[in-house]
């Protein structure tokens, strides 16, 4: 009887398809960022399932301008995410990994419907599963489905992959000060108003004692090293 297998969600920003400073999708960073995933998944024990949003196609809030209502905009935002969904579906297969886009909102022709059931077959099977079109409702950004769908499948860990190497007591970015913090509560991180992650992803994942492990995406190996389960980043729980 084989050992059962750690079952893990990963969360890309879409800002992870692109390059710094620019819109749409950069093959060449599609391309390493699938390789990567596809090298880390070989080598780890694991079933894999990803969530990607799609902030480098559409920000709702943002790119809606006054002009467009908040839920047309955050209705094209979750198209966005089934965008670089399919680009990450292909790259990593081109990469050697079978995988399976699952979306919220019904596109036939080009994944299957969300079903609970079926996500869990396709990860037992040995396929990377990718989750679009966010909650497939408004008013909800891919982090909570990132924290919704990690649930749903029973996932042991959620990884958030940021641009920074974890959780910072400030913008690490705008204050050389800021102390990167190893371990924080979900209860404290929410006090706290830290950024990392909205509230209501963090709330769903403290009602179902989901541990979240924030790290660097940049750093070459991380997916792979928090994959297999090493200490790095920092760890909400």
């Known amino acids: 009887m084989t050992a059962h297998k750690k079952r893990i969600l990963l969360k890309l920003s879409g800002e992870a398809l692109s390059t710094e400073g620019h819109r749409g999708i950069n093959p060449q960073s599609l391309k390493e960022i699938a ?7 070989k080598k780890a024990n694991c079933e894999l399932a990803i969530v990607i949003g799609g902030g480098n196609v559409w920000r709702g809030l943002r790119d809606g301008g006054g002009v467009i209502d ?3 905009s955050d209705s094209m935002g979750m198209l966005a995410t089934v965008i670089n ?3 990450l579906q292909s790259a990593i297969e081109e990469a050697g990994v079978p995988t399976r886009v699952l979306t919220s909102i019904n596109i036939y022709q080009l994944a299957e419907p969300f079903v609970r059931r079926k996500a869990i077959r396709h990860l037992e099977k040995g396929r990377i599963v990718i989750f679009a079109g966010g909650t497939g409702n408004p008013y909800f950004t891919t982090d909570s489905a990132a924290a919704l769908r990690a649930s749903e499948i029973n996932a042991n860990v959620l990884l958030k992959a940021t641009q920074v190497d974890g959780v910072y007591d400030d913008d690490p970015r705008k204050n ?14 929410i006090e706290q108003r830290l950024q990392f992650m909205d509230t209501a992803a963090l709330a769903i994942a403290m009602e179902n004692k989901l541990p979240i492990q924030v790290f660097n995406l940049h750093k070459k190996g991380n997916i792979e090293r928090a994959l297999c389960g090493q200490d790095i980043g920092t760890v909400i729980y």
């Open 85 to 87: 969904a399919i680009a």
């Open 35 to 41: 390789t990567e995933i596809a090298d880390a998944y």
């Open 70 to 72: 908040r839920v047309n």
């Open 176 to 189: 050389p000060q800021a102390k990167l913090i190893d371990k924080i509560t979900y209860a404290k991180a």
